[in-house]
């Protein structure tokens, strides 16, 4: 079964920065594509960053030169630093497998923007 577990989020000031972490087992971590993805209130989950098994990344247009996703295969864990967040990013955020997702979303990490 694989599990993913996020943490790192919290609350931050505009113009602040985070770093999210994800734990992922249950698989070859290696040989797995991963992302980010997040979720607003009422809002569609959307797809943040994705980092290939070889370490490619994309990004969406709205995070671009502002957040960066990084892979650590020795310790199955994928990050996502934030910077220079903006109340727009305010989301709970989800890490899984992609563009596949095998894990169950579970609760994931909660980001908060605000003065």
């Known amino acids: 079964q694989v599990r993913v577990l996020q943490s790192g989020g919290g609350l931050v000031q505009p113009g602040g920065s985070l770093r999210l972490s994800c734990v992922a087992s249950?698989?070859?971590?290696?040989?797995?594509?991963f992302a980010w993805y997040r979720q607003a209130p009422v809002k569609q989950r959307e797809l943040v960053a994705a980092?290939?098994?070889?370490?490619?990344?994309m990004y969406a247009d709205s995070v671009k030169g502002r957040f960066a996703i990084s892979r650590d295969n020795a310790e199955n864990t994928v990050y996502l630093e934030l910077n220079n967040l903006k109340p727009e990013d305010m989301a709970v955020y989800y890490c899984?497998?992609?563009?596949?997702?095998?894990?169950?979303w579970g609760q994931g990490t909660q980001v908060t923007v605000s003065q």
């Open positions: 980092i290939s098994s070889g370490g490619s990344t």
């Open positions: 899984n497998t992609y563009p596949n997702q095998l894990a169950a």
């Open positions: 249950g698989l070859i971590f290696n040989n797995y594509n």
